[in-house]
């Protein structure tokens, strides 16, 4: 598509359920970076693939969370056990490299707002 | 590690005037980006302006520019002639150019734009 697409764009759920958040990346772009945004914050870093694999995944608060990237493109969040404090928007990016040599800029979705009840 | 600071939570700016927004980073590297990003309430993290830290020249982008001071590890954003939709929260962020990194965001600037 012509951007970063993510679904949903509000997800409601119980204390304790299991959600996915997906992430559709600009065609192309083979790097893919997930942020998590609180209210009134800035955007945290939580995982970031290059390609199928986790670059870097230091930003994960703790085992509940989880990422895939099986072909390269579309990737999930998925959410174990969700606690009422893993309220909050997430942000998904894509840019053409993660590496050095390019312009640096990440393209962003609009986010998935997840509401932990 | 590597920190941004915006130090004003809040800024108001009459419409037509001019605002600057600051912003201030702290790192150990030479090489890197400087951005500042716009994320009005549809959620969506708009690039505004873009600076590579190699150059002396401070980036311009219309009615935006920014005074990039890299000594002082100063990185702010001078919005002129204020219109009416420019009203957002504006990040400041930072990204290493070496290997894989990600971007760094400070915690915001939430911008009012009176009519």
């Known amino acids: 598509g012509a951007g970063v697409s993510q679904t949903p764009s509000n997800k409601v759920t119980e204390k304790g359920k299991y959600v996915e958040l997906r992430c559709d990346p600009i065609?192309?772009?083979?790097?893919l970076y997930w942020y998590r945004q609180s209210l009134g914050q800035g955007p945290e870093f939580l995982i970031y693939f290059q390609g199928t694999g986790a670059a870097d995944d230091s930003g994960l608060p703790n085992d509940r969370f989880f990422a895939v990237r099986p072909e390269g493109s579309v990737s999930t969040l998925k959410i174990q056990r969700t606690e009422r404090g893993d309220s909050a928007v997430y942000l998904c990016?894509?840019?053409?490299?993660?590496?050095?040599?390019?312009?640096?800029?990440?393209?962003f979705g609009e986010g998935s707002r997840l509401t932990v009840l | 590690a590597q920190t941004v600071t915006q130090s004003q939570p809040e800024m108001s700016v009459q419409e037509a005037e001019t605002v600057t927004l600051s912003c201030t980073y702290d790192?150990?590297?030479?090489?890197?980006?400087l951005f500042w990003y716009k994320q009005p309430p549809s959620r969506q993290m708009i690039l505004v302006i873009r600076q590579e830290a190699y150059k002396q020249q401070n980036a311009t982008e219309n009615r935006f520019s920014v005074n990039f001071q890299k000594a002082a590890k100063s990185f702010s954003l001078k919005i002129s002639d204020s219109q009416l939709g420019d009203a957002a929260m504006y990040f400041c962020?930072?990204?290493?150019?070496?290997?894989?990194?990600?971007?760094?965001f400070g915690k915001g600037t939430r911008l009012s734009v009176i009519a």
């Open positions: 962020a930072y990204r290493h150019n070496k290997g894989n990194t990600p971007l760094v």
């Open positions: 065609s192309g772009h083979t790097a």
């Open positions: 990016a894509s840019s053409l490299t993660g590496g050095s040599g390019g312009t640096g800029e990440l393209f």
């Open positions: 790192t150990s590297e030479s090489d890197y980006y």
